[in-house]
């Protein structure tokens, strides 16, 4: 099993880091929609908000694991044109800019009086900034602005991906649903035209 990532594809552990997270974001968002049109006397009024919580504390931990593994590993090779390769590597970026900006946000909502943030009734983590004025209601807009941008370029990351697939018909899509052999590619003829560039380099 290839574990690592290589440079022409990612490994097990980076792959699995990007589905739980995007899986992670997506149902937080939808379920923070749901959250809003909770009346008092739904049964999910509590319950919601507190899952909320502690699948966001996830997402930070997550983030954490998945920017000290890229630390650790090899950055795959990324296809397309050069133009391409500088924005997928900024969309990245961005990427964990916003995932840590939301997480920041939401703990500042819970905190704002003073609670500490339960997860999962296990643990908790101590409010650090709390009793500032309209705390709770400016990290509240920040939240869901900054949410709705995360899942919108999410959307576009996604076009994007598919883009790659069925138009550039290379392996961008493949290499994050399965590790692939290193120096192998998925699809036919793609490692002929990396030697290809690389001939046209020299």
Do not use: C
Request: proline residues 7%; hydrophobic residues 50%; positive net charge.
């Amino acid at each position: 099993m290839q574990w690592r990532n290589h440079p022409n594809g990612y490994g097990l552990v980076s792959i699995t880091l990007h589905w739980l997270m995007a899986l992670l974001i997506l149902g937080l968002f939808v379920l923070g929609k749901y959250m809003a049109s909770l009346d008092y006397y739904h049964p999910w009024y509590q319950v919601a908000p507190d899952l909320h919580r502690s699948l966001g504390v996830m997402v930070a931990l997550l983030l954490v694991l998945r920017l000290v593994w890229r630390l650790v590993n090899p950055r795959p090779r990324p296809p397309g044109r050069p133009w391409e390769r500088r924005i997928a590597l900024w969309v990245h970026r961005l990427f964990y800019l916003l995932t840590a900006a939301v997480v920041v946000a939401g703990y500042l909502i819970t905190t704002a009086d003073g609670q500490p943030v339960v997860v999962f009734d296990l643990f908790q983590l101590p409010a650090t900034l709390y009793g500032l004025e309209n705390q709770a209601d400016l990290a509240g807009q920040w939240h869901d602005g900054v949410a709705i941008a995360l899942v919108s370029l999410a959307g576009l990351h996604t076009l994007a991906a598919l883009k790659h697939h069925f138009i550039d018909r290379d392996d961008t899509l493949i290499r994050m649903l399965r590790p692939l052999p290193p120096g192998r590619s998925a699809v036919p003829g793609a490692n002929n035209n990396i030697h290809q560039t690389k001939r046209q380099k020299e």
